[in-house]
């Protein structure tokens, strides 16, 4: 669920933790801090982060629109109607 403490040691290249939030704030980092203090960063975050984890897309193919070609042909005829030609 979340790195473990020698995880974020490696990660940060700091044993304190007011150091590793300081190196995660420094490095945009994603992290919660626990009651005492410590920071918590979400072991899903860190592999997506990292590229070991890939994201789903988010356009699914039932969100896609095909392109209305009559709606073209439509507006080709007005404009060709209305010019004269």
């Known amino acids: 669920m979340f790195l473990s ?3 974020l040691e490696e990660l940060t290249g700091f044993v ?3 150091k590793q ?7 945009g980092w994603r992290y919660a801090e626990d009651s ?5 960063v979400a072991r899903s975050y860190f592999e ?8 789903e897309p988010d356009v699914r193919a039932s969100d ?3 392109p209305r070609f009559e709606a073209l042909r439509a ?4 404009r060709g109607v209305a010019h004269g030609a």
Do not use: Y
């Not at 939030?21 to 490095?27: H, M, P, S, V």
């Not at 997506?48 to 994201?55: D, H, I, M």
């Not at 507006?75 to 007005?78: G, L, N, Q, S």
């Open 5 to 7: 403490k020698k995880e």
């Open 21 to 27: 939030i300081e190196w995660l704030r420094a490095n």
């Open 36 to 40: 005492q203090h410590r920071p918590k």
């Open 75 to 78: 507006v080709r005829t007005t």
């Open 16 to 18: 304190r933790a007011a």
């Open 48 to 55: 997506v982060r990292l590229g070991g984890a890939q994201r």
């Open 64 to 66: 896609t629109v095909a």
